[in-house]
């Protein structure tokens, strides 16, 4: 499966952006999601994730309350809803895709098979 993510830009702290990516060449509905990000000079780290239904999610304590995942299995996206947003958001947000048999939850970065291209969300006080 490609994955593309896409919706990123420049916005002052406060702002919403929302975040899509999304996936052709696979059944998407057989993947669980999950979105990432990388700040400059930082590791990797989690963002959110999705299971291939909808029925299971779970969210980074820093975006908790602010930052809603869903997907539209129909239209082969899931989306990053991101409000809110802080300075401490800016950072190039990737997502990826695991096999829906093998994900659960907290399945960890390294477990995901599929990346694709980041997008940048630059957010200014």
């Known amino acids: 499966v490609q994955l593309q993510a896409s919706g990123g830009g420049l916005v002052q702290a406060g702002d919403s952006l929302r975040l899509s990516c999304a996936a052709s060449?696979?059944?998407?509905?057989?993947?669980?999601i999950g979105w990432f990000r990388q700040a400059p000079g930082k590791e990797r780290e989690f963002v959110a994730e999705?299971?291939?239904?909808?029925?299971?999610?779970r969210y980074a304590d820093s975006v908790k309350g602010r930052f809603t995942i869903s997907r539209d299995n129909a239209k082969n996206t899931v989306y990053l809803q991101m409000n809110s947003l802080k300075t401490e958001d800016t950072a190039v947000y990737y997502c990826?895709?695991?096999?829906?048999?093998?994900?659960?939850?907290?399945?960890?970065?390294?477990?995901?098979?599929?990346w694709g291209r980041g997008t940048l969300v630059t957010v200014s006080s």
């Open positions: 990826a895709a695991h096999p829906r048999g093998t994900w659960y939850p907290g399945i960890g970065l390294n477990q995901y098979d599929y």
């Open positions: 060449g696979g059944t998407f509905k057989t993947y669980g």
């Open positions: 999705i299971s291939w239904n909808s029925g299971s999610t």
